[in-house]
């Protein structure tokens, strides 16, 4: 089974920062996601990328597959940022092409203003 | 187009209880999926379905059943609720064999068992 960390846990900016969201995984993937959780609780997906960079507006996902790591970037952030962060594998031997996900245990991240 | 929608959005059970959560879809999903949320603990997946008519175990089953009798249904079904199925819980889909592989969530239905 894989093992999906996320850090930081909890993080604090100030708005305008640049901000790193990190997560590692122990078995190899064919995809990794990235989804935004709502301080309203709705779910909504960000990323999903199996090698390189991805980018969509001030948000970069980036993914290196020998290392096992991905890192979620925000550039300029804005307090409409803050939400839950969660990073979630798909991994490569997926249970008869179901695709299914490993959940990270999300980073909450609040920007002030 | 409305999505993933799910049905009730609350709910308060004693223990023993039962019910059973919709999940629907207008997308023509094939892949559909059902998590729970708790405190601490990424989301889990309890059961899953490839296609109409099928369904599949996921991490943690116990205590739950599903049927997905219409492609664009899924549903979860609590026979005899407990209070450790407290949770919120999530519906997904998905397009089938594709490399446009992300999930689609509703909006969850927070239940509480007493």
């Known amino acids: 089974k894989n093992e999906v960390e996320q850090s930081p846990q909890n993080l604090t900016a100030q708005e305008g920062e640049f901000i790193t969201i990190n997560c590692s995984y122990s078995v190899g993937i064919s995809a990794l996601h990235w989804l935004q959780q709502h301080p309203g609780g709705g779910i909504v997906s960000l990323f999903m990328l199996s090698s390189g960079k991805k980018k969509h507006g001030r948000l970069i996902a980036t993914i290196n597959i020998q290392e096992k790591h991905s890192s979620l970037h925000i550039t300029a952030s804005h307090p409409r940022d803050s939400a839950v962060y969660i990073c979630?594998?798909?991994?490569?031997?997926?249970?008869?092409?179901?695709?299914?996900?490993?959940f990270g245990k999300g980073t909450k991240l609040s920007v002030i203003p | 187009n409305a999505g993933v929608t799910q049905t009730p959005k609350f709910r308060v059970l004693k223990t023993g209880q039962s019910m059973t959560l919709l999940c629907a879809q207008d997308?023509?999903?094939?892949?559909m999926y059902w998590y729970r949320q708790d405190p601490g603990m990424g989301l889990r997946l309890i059961h899953y379905s490839v296609g109409e008519g099928t369904t599949a175990k996921g991490e943690v089953p116990d205590g739950y059943n599903v049927s997905r009798l219409k492609k664009q249904n899924f549903l979860l079904g609590l026979e005899s609720a407990a209070p450790s199925q407290t949770s919120v819980y999530f519906c997904a889909s998905r397009l089938g064999r594709s490399q446009l592989g992300e999930q689609y969530f509703g909006p969850g239905t927070r239940l509480t068992v007493t």
């Open positions: 997308m023509n999903h094939e892949y």
């Open positions: 979630a594998v798909e991994g490569s031997d997926s249970g008869a092409g179901s695709y299914q996900l490993t």
